[in-house]
């Protein structure tokens, strides 16, 4: 069980680029996140989804899309990168049933710069 | 607006004190109130997690005091260690199914 993963694990970026932040979880988790965590703020949901071919967005979706074509793979994608947009991204999963919903599991973080 | 409010900010503790983060949150509509425990390029990973319905829950070193009425939760860390020096944050599970974080408490415990 590898749990979530996370590529690349750093990423600099000039203004203006594009590009994907990809996860993937093997636990058969339904509901899947992206959070963006800045020092002093906290985490901050920027999307989610709970399950394939659904996506919704959170407290700071602005400057990013998300797609679930699959269980597994939760792709963040960076339409025209920002400086405002550098940032640790953590990609999470968890269940979706009674028992599974509270136990979220973080990948290790893509640490992205934008120059 | 921060729907959970944690302090303080940053902790230090010599090896053997008591570490205490608290948190406070606004929304009644939470059911679940987890700590995550965060190391240095790592990801948050889950600690120690209560419910409403209990007043405290202990594993290990690690304590969750709850106070439903002053909607307010606090992490006691008794004998802290060198190795629990992380960055610690609260959370909150709303019945719609969503998580809200606090900001986070650096802590440092001194050898």
């Known amino acids: 069980n590898a749990g979530v993963t996370q590529t690349p694990k750093f990423q600099v970026l000039k203004t203006g680029q594009s590009m994907t932040l990809q996860c993937a979880q093997d636990?058969?988790?339904?509901?899947m996140s992206w959070y963006r965590q800045d020092p002093g703020m906290g985490l901050r949901l920027i999307h989610y989804?709970?399950?394939?071919?659904?996506?919704d967005q959170g407290e700071v979706p602005n400057g990013y899309n998300v797609s679930r074509s699959t269980t597994e793979d939760f792709p963040l994608r960076l339409l025209s990168a920002a400086p405002s947009q550098t940032s640790v991204y953590f990609c999470?999963?968890?269940?979706?049933?009674?028992?599974?919903?509270?136990?979220?599991?973080f990948g290790p973080g893509t640490r992205l710069t934008v120059l | 607006q921060q729907q959970v409010k944690q302090s303080p900010q940053s902790l230090i503790v010599q090896k053997g004190g008591i570490s205490i983060i608290n948190c406070a949150y606004e929304n009644t509509a939470f059911d679940y109130f987890p700590w995550y425990q965060q190391f240095p390029g790592k990801g948050p990973a889950l600690l120690i997690a209560i419910r409403p319905d209990v007043s405290e829950k202990k594993e290990g070193r690690f304590t969750i005091s709850f106070n439903k009425s002053a909607k307010q939760f606090s992490l006691h860390i008794m004998d802290s260690q060198p190795g629990d020096s992380a960055t610690y944050f609260c959370a909150a599970l709303s019945t719609g199914n969503q998580f809200y974080f606090g900001t986070g408490t650096s802590l440092t415990v001194i050898p």
């Open positions: 636990m058969n988790h339904e509901y």
């Open positions: 999470a999963s968890r269940g979706i049933g009674t028992a599974q919903r509270d136990e979220q599991f």
């Open positions: 989804s709970v399950g394939a071919g659904i996506t």
